[in-house]
C-alpha cells in the first residue's frame, strides 16, 4: 500500500515553491537570463546582421594581416572607427526607412543614370571577388578542420547559400542569419586562451599610431574598407524597407512622419548595437593575431586560413580550431549578405521587383543577379585567379568604393525631393560628413604612396 504525503510536508514544499520563485524575481536564475536574452536578440533587426556580416572571411584576413604585421599598433582603428561606422550605418537606414526605398532605388529616381550604373557596377564586382574569396576561406577552413576537398566544400557552401536565400522563408531566413551572428564570440573566446600583454593593448587602444609608407596606408585603407563597406549601405537601407513593408502598421516615415520615433529609436539601438558587435569581434582578431603571431615573428599572413593556421603552434589546437570554426561561419553569414546586397543593388537599379520575401517567380530577376553573383564569385576559384591574394584586395576597394556611396548617401539626406518634410538630425549629419572626409583622406594618401613608391 503506498503512503500517503504528509501534509505538513506537502505545505513546507509549496512554502520552499513560493521562496523559489520570489527569488527568482528579484535575482533571475540563469534560464531566465537566456531567456532575456532570447528576447533581447529577437527584438534586434538588420542592424545586427549587418553588423555581424561585416567580420566575413574578408575582413577576418584583413584584421589578421594587421594584427600579424603591426602588432597592437592598430587597435586603436577598432575604438576610432565605431562612432563612424555607426554613423553611416544609422544613415543608410534612416534613408530606407524615411524613403521606403534602397540606396540604388534612390540614385535611379533622382540622380543621374551617369552615377547609377558606374556604382553598381563598382559594387557588383567588388561583391564578386569579395564572394568568390570568402567561399574559398570557408572551404579551405573546414579542410583544415577536419579533412577532404576544400573546392568540394566551397561548392557545397555556395549552393546552400542561394538555395536559404530562394527557398527558406525571409522571417524564418532573417531569425536564422540574427542567430548565427553568434560564432563570431569564437574570436572572444581565442583571447581567453592566448597570453595578451594588457598594458601594451590599451595603450595602443586609444592612442593612433600613423606612419606615411605604403604598406601601413595600403591595410589601413583595407581596414576602414572592410569596416565601413558599400555592401553593408545597401544591405541595410534595403533590408530596413523589407522590415517596414512586413509591418502592416509601416510605411515610408516621408508620408508618414507621425510615425517617426516609433521606426527610428529601435532602429537606432538595433544599428549601434550591431555596429558594436562587429566592432568588438574586429577588435578580438586584431589582438589574437597580434599577441601570437606578431609576437612570434610571423608577420607575413595573407588569408584568413593562414592566420588560424599559423595560431596552432603558438597558441595550441583549441585557438587553431575557434579561429577556423569562426571563418566557416562568419562566412555562412556573409556570403548571403554579399549577394543578397548585389541582387538588391541591381534589381533596384533596374527598377524589377526585389525581396527576400518573395517567391522565386515573382522576383526572378532579383534571386537570379544573388545567384549569379555567387557563381561568378564561386568560380574565381577554378581560374588562374588566386581569390584569397583577392581578399585583402577586396577590402582595399572597398575602401575606395565607399567614398562616392556615402557622399551620394548624404546628398539624399539633404534633398527634400528624396526625404519629404524629414530631416536627418544634426549629430548623425556631421558623423557622416566626418566618416566620408576620414575615408576621402584615407584613400587618397595610399594613392598618394603607390604614386610616390612608383606603384
Known amino acids: 500500500m503506498l503512503a500517503q504525503p504528509n501534509k505538513l510536508d506537502t505545505s513546507k514544499a509549496a512554502e520552499r515553491a513560493r521562496r523559489r520563485e520570489a527569488a527568482t524575481e528579484g535575482n533571475p536564475s540563469r534560464s531566465c537570463r537566456l531567456v532575456q536574452l532570447y528576447r533581447g536578440l529577437s527584438k534586434l533587426g538588420?542592424?545586427?546582421?549587418?553588423?555581424a556580416s561585416d567580420d566575413d572571411p574578408s575582413g577576418i584576413a584583413t584584421y589578421s594581416q594587421v594584427g600579424a604585421r603591426f602588432g597592437f599598433a592598430m587597435l586603436w582603428?577598432?575604438?576610432?572607427?565605431?562612432?563612424?561606422?555607426?554613423?553611416?550605418q544609422e544613415i543608410s537606414a534612416w534613408v530606407g526607412r524615411v524613403t521606403g526605398a534602397g540606396i540604388a532605388a534612390n540614385i535611379r529616381r533622382y540622380y543621374s543614370a551617369w552615377v547609377l550604373y558606374p556604382m553598381v557596377t563598382l559594387l557588383l564586382i567588388a561583391n564578386v571577388i569579395n564572394l568568390g574569396a570568402d567561399l574559398c576561406a570557408m572551404g579551405s577552413a573546414l579542410t583544415l578542420m577536419v579533412g577532404g576537398?576544400?573546392?568540394?566544400?566551397?561548392?557545397?557552401?555556395?549552393?546552400l547559400s542561394?538555395?536559404?536565400?530562394?527557398?527558406i522563408p525571409y522571417s524564418k531566413y532573417a531569425r536564422l542569419l540574427k542567430w548565427a551572428?553568434?560564432?563570431l564570440l569564437v574570436y572572444v573566446a581565442t583571447a581567453v586562451v592566448v597570453h595578451v600583454p594588457l598594458r601594451s593593448v590599451l595603450s595602443n587602444s586609444f592612442i593612433p599610431t600613423f606612419s606615411v609608407s605604403t604598406s601601413y596606408m595600403t591595410s589601413l585603407t583595407a581596414v576602414f574598407g572592410t569596416t565601413i563597406s558599400p555592401y553593408l549601405f545597401v544591405w541595410q537601407a534595403s533590408q530596413e524597407v523589407q522590415e517596414?513593408?512586413?509591418?502592416p502598421d509601416e510605411t515610408a516615415l516621408k508620408l508618414a512622419p507621425e510615425q517617426a520615433d516609433s521606426q527610428l529609436r529601435p532602429m537606432r539601438v538595433d544599428t549601434y548595437t550591431g555596429m558594436a558587435f562587429s566592432n568588438l569581434i574586429a577588435f578580438f582578431i586584431i589582438l589574437d593575431t597580434a599577441a601570437v603571431l606578431h609576437a612570434h615573428g610571423r608577420t607575413n599572413i595573407q588569408t584568413a586560413t593562414q592566420a588560424a593556421e599559423a595560431l596552432r603552434p603558438f597558441a595550441g589546437d583549441l585557438s587553431f580550431a575557434l579561429f577556423s570554426l569562426g571563418i566557416v561561419g562568419t562566412g555562412l553569414l556573409a556570403v548571403p549578405v554579399l549577394a543578397g546586397s548585389a541582387g538588391y543593388a541591381l534589381a533596384e537599379a533596374l527598377n524589377w521587383p526585389i525581396g527576400l520575401d518573395r517567391k522565386f517567380l515573382r522576383a526572378k530577376g532579383f534571386y537570379s543577379t544573388l545567384a549569379v553573383a555567387t557563381l561568378l564569385g564561386l568560380s574565381l576559384n577554378f581560374t588562374s585567379i588566386d581569390p584569397l591574394t583577392a581578399l585583402f584586395w577586396s577590402a582595399v576597394i572597398n575602401g575606395v568604393v565607399a567614398v562616392p556611396f556615402m557622399f551620394m548617401m548624404m546628398l539624399m539626406t539633404a534633398n527634400p525631393r528624396v526625404t519629404g518634410s524629414m530631416k536627418l538630425p544634426l549629430w548623425p549629419k556631421i558623423i557622416g560628413w566626418?566618416?566620408?572626409?576620414?575615408?576621402s583622406v584615407v584613400a587618397i594618401g595610399m594613392i598618394a604612396t603607390w604614386n610616390r613608391s612608383g606603384g
Open 244 to 247: 517596414q513593408r512586413a509591418a
Open 162 to 167: 542561394v538555395a536559404a536565400a530562394i527557398f
Open 149 to 159: 576537398p576544400s573546392h568540394f566544400y566551397t561548392v557545397v557552401f555556395g549552393a
Open 77 to 88: 582603428t577598432m575604438p576610432y572607427l565605431y562612432p563612424l561606422m555607426s554613423g553611416v
Open 46 to 51: 538588420p542592424g545586427i546582421v549587418t553588423g
Open 181 to 183: 551572428s553568434l560564432v
Open 434 to 439: 566626418i566618416s566620408t572626409a576620414i575615408m
